[in-house]
């Protein structure tokens, strides 16, 4: 009792402001659940479903900040990019249709999958070598500008290529539930997400753990100069982390696409939002960015879908830029922040 | 010795403020000869109107203010854009029908007697609009600068993208009309030298007269040259050193006993207030502050300009903001027709429009990539370029488990 007290007492007040902060959403949250539980629960279903999306954008994210320390902004457009040229893949190539058997469509995604992720692997370690690796000693601003460069040129190859309309695939997944108890429903169109994310994040924390060159990449994410001197070729490991966001990017487009419409600017916003993602549960940390994608998931759920003094979906960027601006104040090592050193 | 270098000195000095001279009076004499500019064979139809000179010359001086933030002190400001939307919105509520709860009129010109809102004279508007800037500025600065660099520029993205949704939703503000929502402030009121101007001759309101175009012009020019000589004094002057050192190396910097965060939020501050004024200006051009107006991409735009001039280089900034707002303005549509009359096949559809802000991705990939001083390099900035600077070595950030590279108690 009298180590808490001292402890507050010690609390600046801007611990203080941040824990009231906190303090308020839980009990915004806590009325609404009472209000009405099963409306509760199935929005935070969606949430939980939003949120599994930008995780996967989020770690690519916090890969690339992990290893080389750079805000990689041209991600989020490759997401898009490669969310496009997914829909061309499902409805030109295989013609994937609400008709089509079950069968045709696991294998048509499988299908789909394996190749946009090797695709935009490929194509987000070529960004590297061509736009980043230049620029491996310039001043630090150097990269983070061309970054900014490089997703613009990104985004006008998806608008040059797919045009300013909304691209939309066929809804082949059934919309039947696949979960339902009372009032709570889990549609197979969201389950769908849920079946494709969770074995990719299992396969990327096996290899980040488990195999050699995942343990480079942890190596060099900690000390570059060091990992160099014990033998690790640095660039090499760079370019398996651009490979691996390039896949992971590749997998969220697809997902996006199935649940929502997409066009050339959708990964600008999507982009941002995973990239908060990744900065609240502390920047480099795989596990933080996921935990950090959920939790901005479910409070744009919340915030766009609750009945009682919700801002409504009008103020969902603002929300989400103003909770990037208050973990950076409040607590920039995000609410992992302390393992960084060991988490990618 | 010494005397042959002073005189040196003076000789490229004076050949200096020659060229600024010419170059002045080109300028101010541009109106009068766009016209026959334009009649020439060939070149003539990639000539400037003045109208969009104006507009050139607004986001010239915007990127000149960015230049004192990305440039002098090597803050990267992703979210100038709020800037200017804080000067479009402040010239909205104190020189249109924005408060029409009120009827309050200081030298406002062009406007009946009596008009409801609020009208000040747009010269007293436009520093306002700076002041109020420069304020927005240190409320954004201050809980941000102490962030490094990477997440500075990406909070200042935030609050770019926040300050337009703001504007863009604030039309009921527990029932208060701030902004108007979606439709904007307009119209807002004209410069002009009002009844006593009038009487020796100049126009009582630039918008009712006939030679706006003309006028607007003037008064762009006026703000940008002041925007340069504040830019260049402040170059040299403690501040303005400090800035540069603080961007070769805050720890030295700090070590030297130079206070961080004030010399970074007065760099914040002082590049709002001319992003403020020249906003105030173009909106006041335009006639009206719409929230459309604040995307990113302008952000991106006015940053394309200080790198493709030269980061910290005021000239050059001032030829990169002239390409780029030419190219944004006229440049590309007439480039674009061009080439749609030029008959080759496939290319009648090709609209360069479209694709502006892949075409400035390009500029500032490449730009980074082969000249990263740009175009008239700042000296001092390309032989960082060149050498490298000191900087935060990202090991020691994680170990210290905090963003924050110094300790906060020194301020």
């Given at each position: 009792m009298g180590s808490t007290l001292t402890k507050l007492r010690g609390a600046s007040i801007t611990d203080m402001i941040g824990l009231l902060l906190v303090a308020l959403v839980v009990v915004w949250l806590l009325v609404n659940f009472f209000k009405s539980p099963t409306e509760f629960v199935n929005i935070g279903l969606i949430g939980l479903t939003t949120g599994l999306i930008y995780g996967v954008v989020a770690l690519g994210y916090t890969l690339v900040y992990g290893i080389l320390q750079l805000i990689n902004f041209a991600h989020g457009d490759v997401f898009a990019l490669s969310g496009l040229v997914a829909s061309t893949v499902i409805i030109s190539v295989l013609g994937l249709d609400v008709n089509s058997s079950t069968i045709a469509v696991i294998g048509g995604l499988a299908f789909t999958l394996?190749?946009?992720?090797?695709?935009?692997?490929?194509?987000?370690?070529?960004?590297?070598?061509?736009?980043?690796?230049?620029?491996?000693?310039?001043?630090?601003?150097?990269?983070?500008?061309?970054?900014?460069?490089?997703?613009?040129?990104?985004?006008?190859?998806?608008?040059?290529?797919?045009?300013?309309?909304?691209?939309?695939?066929?809804?082949f997944i059934p919309r039947t539930?696949?979960?339902?108890?009372?009032?709570?429903?889990?549609?197979?169109?969201?389950?769908?997400?849920?079946?494709?994310?969770?074995?990719?994040?299992?396969?990327?924390?096996?290899?980040?753990?488990?195999?050699?060159?995942?343990?480079?990449?942890?190596?060099?994410?900690?000390?570059?100069?060091?990992?160099?001197?014990?033998?690790?070729?640095?660039?090499?490991?760079?370019?398996?982390?651009?490979?691996?966001?390039?896949?992971?990017?590749?997998?969220?487009?697809?997902?996006?696409?199935?649940?929502?419409?997409?066009?050339?600017?959708?990964?600008?916003?999507?982009?941002?939002?995973?990239?908060?993602?990744?900065?609240?549960?502390?920047?480099?940390?795989?596990?933080?960015?996921?935990?950090?994608?959920?939790?901005?998931?479910?409070?744009?759920?919340?915030?766009?879908?609750?009945?009682?003094?919700?801002?409504?979906?009008?103020?969902?960027?603002?929300?989400?830029?103003?909770?990037?601006?208050?973990?950076?104040?409040?607590?920039?090592?995000?609410?992992?922040?302390?393992?960084?050193?060991?988490?990618? | 010795?010494?005397?042959?270098?002073?005189?040196?000195?003076?000789?490229?000095?004076?050949?200096?403020?020659?060229?600024?001279?010419?170059?002045?009076?080109?300028?101010?004499?541009?109106?009068?000869?766009?016209?026959?500019?334009?009649?020439?064979?060939?070149?003539?139809?990639?000539?400037?109107?003045?109208?969009?000179?104006?507009?050139?010359?607004?986001?010239?001086?915007?990127?000149?203010?960015?230049?004192?933030?990305?440039?002098?002190?090597?803050?990267?400001?992703?979210?100038y854009v709020a800037f200017y939307a804080v000067g479009a919105y402040t010239a909205g509520w104190f020189a249109s029908q924005q408060f029409d709860q009120v009827s309050w009129q200081l030298g406002a010109v062009g406007i009946p007697?009596?008009?409801?809102?609020?009208?000040?004279?747009?010269?007293?508007?436009?520093?306002?609009?700076?002041?109020?800037?420069?304020?927005?500025?240190?409320a954004i600065g201050l809980p941000t600068l102490r962030l490094r660099g990477d997440y500075l520029a990406i909070v200042t993205l935030g609050f770019g993208e926040i300050v337009p949704q703001f504007v863009r939703?604030?039309?009921?503000?527990?029932?208060?009309?701030?902004?108007?929502?979606?439709?904007?402030?307009?119209?807002?009121?004209?410069?002009?030298?009002?009844?006593?101007?009038?009487?020796?001759?100049?126009?009582?309101?630039?918008?009712?007269?006939?030679?706006?175009?003309?006028?607007?012009?003037?008064?762009?020019?006026?703000?940008?040259?002041?925007?340069?000589?504040?830019?260049?004094?402040?170059?040299?002057?403690?501040?303005?050193?400090?800035w540069v050192a603080i961007r070769e190396d805050e720890t030295a910097a700090a070590a030297m006993g130079i206070p961080l965060m004030r010399t970074k939020t007065w760099a914040y501050a002082?590049?709002?207030?001319?992003?403020?004024?020249?906003?105030?200006?173009?909106?006041?051009f335009k006639g009206g502050a719409f929230p459309a107006d604040f995307y990113f991409n302008i952000s991106v735009f006015l940053l394309c300009m200080v790198i493709l001039g030269g980061m910290g280089s005021v000239w050059g900034v001032i030829l990169g903001g002239m390409i780029l707002g030419y190219l944004n303005v006229e440049g590309l549509a007439t480039i674009g027709s061009k080439i749609q009359q030029s008959g080759v096949p496939k290319l009648d559809e090709f609209d360069p429009t479209k694709y502006q802000f892949g075409i400035y991705g390009i500029i500032i990939v490449l730009m980074m990539l082969f000249r990263p001083a740009g175009l008239i390099p700042e000296r001092r900035h390309k032989i960082e370029m060149v050498e490298g600077v000191h900087d935060t070595p990202f090991y020691d950030v994680q170990h210290e488990g905090t963003l924050t590279d110094r300790d906060p108690e020194d301020d």
């Open positions: 394996v190749v946009i992720m090797v695709g935009f692997s490929l194509f987000n370690a070529s960004i590297e070598r061509v736009a980043y690796r230049p620029l491996r000693h310039a001043p630090r601003l150097a990269p983070l500008i061309t970054a900014v460069g490089m997703s613009f040129i990104v985004q006008n190859i998806a608008l040059a290529t797919y045009g300013v309309n909304y691209r939309t695939v066929p809804n539930n696949a979960i339902h108890i009372g009032d709570i429903v889990y549609s197979w169109s969201k389950a769908s997400v849920l079946i494709i994310v969770i074995p990719l994040l299992i396969g990327l924390s096996w290899f980040v753990r488990s195999t050699k060159q995942g343990k480079a990449m942890r190596a060099v994410s900690q000390d570059t100069e060091a990992s160099a001197m014990m033998g690790i070729d640095v660039n090499r490991t760079i370019s398996v982390t651009f490979l691996l966001a390039g896949s992971l990017a590749g997998a969220a487009g697809i997902v996006y696409l199935l649940q929502f419409n997409m066009r050339y600017d959708t990964g600008f916003e999507l982009g941002l939002i995973a990239f908060t993602a990744a900065v609240l549960g502390g920047i480099g940390n795989l596990t933080g960015a996921v935990l950090g994608a959920l939790l901005i998931g479910f409070i744009q759920a919340f915030n766009e879908g609750l009945a009682l003094f919700a801002p409504g979906s009008d103020w969902t960027r603002s929300m989400v830029f103003g909770i990037l601006i208050l973990v950076l104040v409040f607590r920039p090592e995000g609410i992992l922040g302390e393992q960084t050193p060991e988490g990618a | 010795m010494t005397g042959v270098g002073t005189r040196a000195r003076s000789f490229t000095a004076n050949r200096g403020h020659v060229v600024v001279v010419v170059l002045i009076v080109l300028a101010l004499l541009y109106p009068q000869i766009a016209g026959s500019l334009a009649s020439i064979p060939l070149i003539g139809d990639f000539v400037p109107a003045t109208d969009s000179m104006v507009v050139m010359i607004a986001f010239t001086t915007m990127a000149v203010g960015l230049n004192m933030v990305v440039g002098y002190a090597g803050l990267l400001d992703l979210g007697e009596g008009l409801p809102g609020i009208h000040l004279s747009m010269w007293l508007v436009l520093p306002i609009a700076g002041l109020l800037t420069l304020l927005a500025g240190i939703n604030a039309d009921n503000v527990f029932g208060f009309d701030l902004t108007h929502g979606t439709f904007g402030i307009t119209p807002i009121d004209s410069l002009g030298f009002g009844a006593v101007g009038a009487a020796i001759g100049l126009p009582e309101s630039f918008r009712q007269s006939s030679e706006r175009s003309q006028w607007y012009f003037w008064t762009a020019v006026v703000i940008l040259l002041i925007t340069v000589f504040c830019s260049v004094r402040l170059r040299e002057s403690r501040l303005g050193r400090a002082i590049g709002a207030f001319f992003g403020g004024v020249a906003g105030a200006f173009y909106a006041s």
